[in-house]
């Protein structure tokens, strides 16, 4: 039998203890599997004398975690601090540079750094893995660049923020507001006390950032993922996007075409019959299609501290068995850097809800925009009458291209029974 592979671990909240305790409960199990022990030699939190619901004694504690670096009996630093710069970063560079092998939960490191650090480790000839950092319990990085290795890729999306995902199935269930379903998430703790990385798309972004190289080959981009979040998703418009035969959900897109790679993320409408339509809650789900596989679809739990820790530790496995190869799949010197899209570009069907005060004339203002700008409909509604006497208008375009549609919206937006800025939901059949 070969010799233990010794880790550190860094952070020790959620996803931290779940780590050590998986790796306590299936010990033995572990070690059959690879052959060989795992052993934790070193912990490091801010807080030493808080109970965390396992026995940490056995292991060394560190009040700073950069120290794990400097560590002779230490193969694998294991950061789970979280954070794209600062400690969490200082410690992927030191730990790759003193040629210990690094694993991380980090969605926000990797967007942001995960192609330095690919060249890092390339360098060193150490291992770096990121399993959890995306949909978590799902092994999507492994699925995507290994499983699918044969394939040319074109398309990755999906379901990226089980928060996002938990707010949209709640409200459309309960047909309660945002607001509303947001504070009893928060309750609940399924959402942050600040929920802005979630609700704002951007967790999504960093996740969809990473998906993107590891599908395409590409360096991270993280500045160039379009983001728009779903605070401005209405109960109305899930309801009346069940009358026209769709969801919504919260969707991170990437495509490489030749024009470039397109990334995107924002509430998108799904025919209902669709596998995407039908993740429910908290869970994520991604599909990937390639040119002989056709497409795939994976669904599970994307966060939470069993199925991210499971991720975790199925990376610290890999390395254990000896696997260490290049972080994205291929040569971190030979990540392309893609010519960026812009959402601009983008060309499709659009939901359109206009909350307008209602007043004769103001159908034919709005069709005379749209026409001024050629844009045509397939589907015009009226919706409802409120106390104060506006009513919902609801739109679903024909194909056109998302700059004419802006300028059309900004026309139709300035006009004066318009009550407040137009929603555009972008209708995907994917
Ligand atoms: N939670 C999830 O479901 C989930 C899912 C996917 C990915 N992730 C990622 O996993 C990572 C960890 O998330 P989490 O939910 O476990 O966070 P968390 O519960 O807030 O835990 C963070 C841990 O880091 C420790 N810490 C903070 N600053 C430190 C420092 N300077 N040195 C050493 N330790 C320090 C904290 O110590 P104290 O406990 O002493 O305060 C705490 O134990 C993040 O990158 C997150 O994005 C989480």
């Known amino acids: 039998m070969s010799n233990p592979l010794r880790i550190a671990v860094a952070g020790l909240g959620t996803v931290g203890v779940g780590v050590v305790k998986i790796l306590e409960t299936h010990k033995d199990l572990i070690q059959s599997r690879c052959g060989r022990a795992i052993e934790i030699v070193a912990v490091s939190a801010n807080n030493r004398v ?48 003193s040629g210990k092998s690094f694993v991380t939960a980090n969605k926000a490191l990797i967007a942001h750094h995960g192609a330095t650090l690919a060249n890092a480790a390339q360098e060193a000839g150490v291992a770096v893995r990121y399993e959890a950092a995306v949909a978590g319990g799902i092994p999507i990085i492994k699925a995507i660049g290994e499983g699918l290795a044969a394939n040319r890729l074109n398309l990755v999306y999906g379901i990226l923020n089980g928060t996002c995902n938990y707010i949209l199935t709640t409200m459309e269930a309960k047909g309660q507001g945002f607001d509303e379903v947001l504070a009893e998430a928060q309750r609940l703790g399924y959402a942050e006390a600040d929920p802005t990385f979630d609700v704002d798309g951007i967790d999504t972004a960093h996740k969809l950032a990473i998906l ?29 996007a069940r009358e026209i035969g769709y969801r919504i959900k919260l969707l991170g897109i990437s495509r490489l075409t030749d024009k470039g790679l397109e990334q995107r993320v924002h509430p998108a409408m799904v025919k209902v019959e669709e596998p995407i339509a039908q993740v429910e809650e908290a869970f994520n789900a991604v599909v990937a299609e390639g ?124 006009l004066s029974s318009v009550q407040e800025e137009p929603l555009a939901i972008r209708i995907e059949n994917l």
Do not use: C
Request: hydrophobic share 40%.
């Open 212 to 240: 993107s190289s590891v599908a395409f080959a590409t360096e991270t981009d993280f500045d160039h993922v379009y983001t728009e979040g779903i605070r401005r998703i209405e109960a109305v418009d899930i309801e009346y």
């Open 50 to 97: 808080r109970d965390r619901g396992v026995d940490l004694t056995g292991y060394q504690w560190f009040d700073n975690a950069l120290d794990f670096a400097g560590l002779d009996d230490v193969d694998v630093v294991v950061e789970l601090i979280g954070g794209s710069d600062g400690i969490a970063k200082e410690l992927a560079q030191k730990s790759i540079a």
């Open 291 to 414: 040119d002989f596989i056709d497409r795939t679809f994976y669904q599970g739990r994307g966060a939470g501290q069993g199925p991210t820790a499971s991720a975790v530790v199925a990376d610290i496995i890999d390395i254990a068995r000896g696997h260490s190869g290049p972080a994205f799949f291929v040569p971190a010197d030979q990540l392309t850097k893609a010519k960026p899209v812009s959402i601009s570009e983008h060309e499709g069907a659009y939901y359109i809800r206009l909350h307008v005060q209602e007043k004769s004339g103001v159908i034919a203002d709005i069709t005379s925009v749209l026409k001024d700008h050629n844009v045509s409909l397939d589907v015009m509604l009226q919706k409802g009458h409120e106390q104060d006497g506006s009513v919902y208008i609801v739109l679903v375009t024909h194909k056109i291209q998302e700059k004419v549609l802006s300028e059309a919206l900004a026309g139709i937006g300035a």
